[in-house]
């Protein structure tokens, strides 16, 4: 039975093994494992613990098998009624003899945590297979968002 739930500071470490096999499985690392993946539990608690990020993550009988995270991104207050803050969301990641409506529990607490928590709009960047994911969630492109790559 797969449970989702909030994610806390001390599973860290474990998450931290996820990002990496979800990044390194996608290109080379420039990082050794153990390295990486000490300097990112070693983020990720933070971020837990400040709040400034906040993850949800799958629960398979005491072992997670997936996450996704949130941060928001405070809008200058406005004086026309607009929910004053954006979301971006990032490393949707389900390992993959867990996949199958995961991706989608995941996806759907972190939506009700913003719709509940004054996010206006949330942007995320998809690879290309999972887009038919984020389409069925209401995720459109925008065509008036200017990006830079910054060098
Ligand atoms: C994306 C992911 C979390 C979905 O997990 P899941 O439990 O299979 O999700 P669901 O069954 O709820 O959704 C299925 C959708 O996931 C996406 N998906 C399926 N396999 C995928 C893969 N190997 N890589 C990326 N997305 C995938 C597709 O959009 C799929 O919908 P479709 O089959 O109608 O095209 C999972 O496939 C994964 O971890 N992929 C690798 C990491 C990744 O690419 N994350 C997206 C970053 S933006």
């Known amino acids: 039975m797969i449970e989702i739930r909030p994610a806390v500071p001390s599973d860290a470490p474990r998450l931290a093994q996820l990002r990496w096999e979800f ?40 072992v997670i098998v997936g996450h996704v995270w949130l941060h928001v991104i405070s809008k200058i207050p406005n004086p026309v009624g607009e929910r004053d803050r954006h979301a971006y969301i990032s490393n949707v990641y389900v390992i993959p003899s867990s996949r199958g409506g995961v991706g989608a529990r995941l996806l ?27 389409f069925r969630y209401g995720f459109t ?6 990006e830079r790559t910054c060098s």
């Open 23 to 62: 990044r390194a499985g996608r290109d080379a690392p420039a990082e050794e494992h153990d390295a990486f993946v000490d300097r990112c539990a070693a983020w990720m608690a933070m971020q837990l613990t400040s709040g400034a990020w906040r993850a949800w993550v799958a629960d398979e009988n005491g």
């Open 108 to 134: 759907q607490s972190a939506l009700d945590w913003a719709s509940a928590n004054h996010v206006d709009r949330i942007v995320l960047w998809p690879t290309t297979r999972s887009r038919s994911l984020y």
């Open 141 to 146: 492109p925008n065509g008036d968002v200017l």
